[in-house]
């Protein structure tokens, strides 16, 4: 009787064993690869010359076409910024506001932008009251503040652009006008929103199709074909007539006459006075690397917070997905999400102790409230308040010439207000809901006022070098998300592509600056994905944490790492649509 020869473990076997003995958490479908860790779903990019990072996959072709034609990292991000209006509007659109970080390989320094706009001059506290609110509605007219893209897009070009702007916005015009195939995760959400978002005038007539039965209007399906010729007028006329054709010009015009006639404040003057800020990016050093965030209004400093909270502890001794791991990381961000909830707001109107906040003599102090054997039930902030009388997309661009760029661009909630002028082809943000009706807080409504920002690009320097440019996108997740890629690639030694793959955690229930809540829940609540052993959710119940397995989102990932042999390395969020990319 003939036998068979022996045959080899299959490569996924082979990998669950390996991770099992590296003390690596495994998901229930591990992808079969041959190499690295078994979360992986695909490898890193590497490119000699450029890269771009973007969540649609188009929107990077954008930015390599960009740069490939001459243009800079920045002209690259604007244009694929410009796409991604158009093609995840679900997440972005000229209607909201952006941030950026970029490295500059001339003067070998880190510039930051500070995008956001304010609330309408027009709108007051006491008419909130007057309306019996306690809270800013999350749709239609009183969340809108002014949007703040457009200006920054002019204000990084002049500084760091190489094209002409109406060369970068080429491509996202072009595809307006044609139309393009709607990506599987972005068609998802745009369903989620047609049935919350349909009541406000303007926005079923620009941003649904005909649906199978007359009079029923529906988001664009999966492949389906989507164009948005409205927007295409609009961005021509920003191409040619610059940043003044948006805040001054006919498109102005039309936005005050669409809020006056439907109970809204944004009026022409608050269009006209917008201006955005260069700022000083801030930083903390973790494990001998410098990380980068921008100061408030935004809650980058919340990442500075929690590493220098992490610092002590030997985090590669305990392991990715150990119960140490989850919970000192859980318990460190309960902390720096006390103080975020109490101190960041808008610099012009509350002096956030910056300095103070990411410093390690006060993270040293902090920690102190740290147990290694139980969960923190409230948390309060380290600094008293003193009194004054998430949807979202990252993108990363980085050229031959050694520019890179870390840019993040909202619409806050979804497809935002819901508000969406006649003709002009995007919404407005519903940013301001992140206001408090409460006076006395840092954060409190006022007219001409930044509201607290949750968006955050970031970017780390080894040694003065540039290293690594990256964003998580997706609210109260961006910096707790930060924080886990930068311990998956310091601490627990993952590639870039692994870092973002690898299973997330995200606390939910503490304390936050729109004042909904004024302490965490209880302790709050640990969303795992799936991946984290058993032996970790029950030793964490065990610490005290309530652990839930919930859907998500976990966030969005892209990032750009410099490679030390030469050009750059990639990677891309598996959770969403988009790609990396280079040549």
Known sequence: MRTSPRRPLRPAVAILAAALAWGFAVPAAAADRITGQPFATRSEVYAPHAMAATSQPLATQIALDTMKAGGSALDAAIAANAALGLMEPTGNGIGGDLFAIVWDPKTRKLYGYNGSGRSPKALTLAEFEKRGLTDIPPHGPLPVSVPGTVDAWFALHERFGRRPMRENLAPAIRYAREGFPVSEVIAYYWNLSVPRLSKWPGFTEQFTLDGNTPGERRAPRTGEIWKNPNLADTLSKIAEGGRDAFYKGEIARVIDAYFKANDGFLRYEDLAEHHGEWVEPVSTNYRGYDVW???????????????????????????????????LFVEAKKLAFADRAALYADPDFYKTPVEKLISKAYAKERGKGISLDKAARVVAPGIPAQVNEGDTIYLT???????????????????????????????????????????????????????????????????GKPWLSFGVMGGAMQPQGHVQILLNLLDFGMNLQEAGDAPRIQHDGDAEPTGQNTATRDGGEVDLESGFPYETVRALMRKGHSVRFADGPYGGYQAIMVNPHGGYVGASESRKDGQAAGY
């Open 293 to 327: 965030e921008l100061p408030p209004n935004g809650q980058g400093i919340a990442a500075l917070q929690i590493l220098n909270l992490l610092e002590p502890y030997d985090l590669k001794k305990y392991g990715f997905g150990s119960p140490e791991h989850v919970h």
């Open 397 to 463: 661009t980085a050229d031959a010439d050694g520019m890179m760029v870390s840019l993040i661009q909202s619409n806050y909630r979804g497809m935002g207000s819901g508000m969406a002028p006649p003709g002009l082809g995007f919404i407005f943000q519903d940013r301001g809901e992140m206001f408090v009706l409460k006076k006395g807080h840092p954060n409190s409504y006022a007219p001409g006022k930044r509201p607290f920002h949750t968006i955050i690009p970031a970017f780390v320097t080894k040694d």
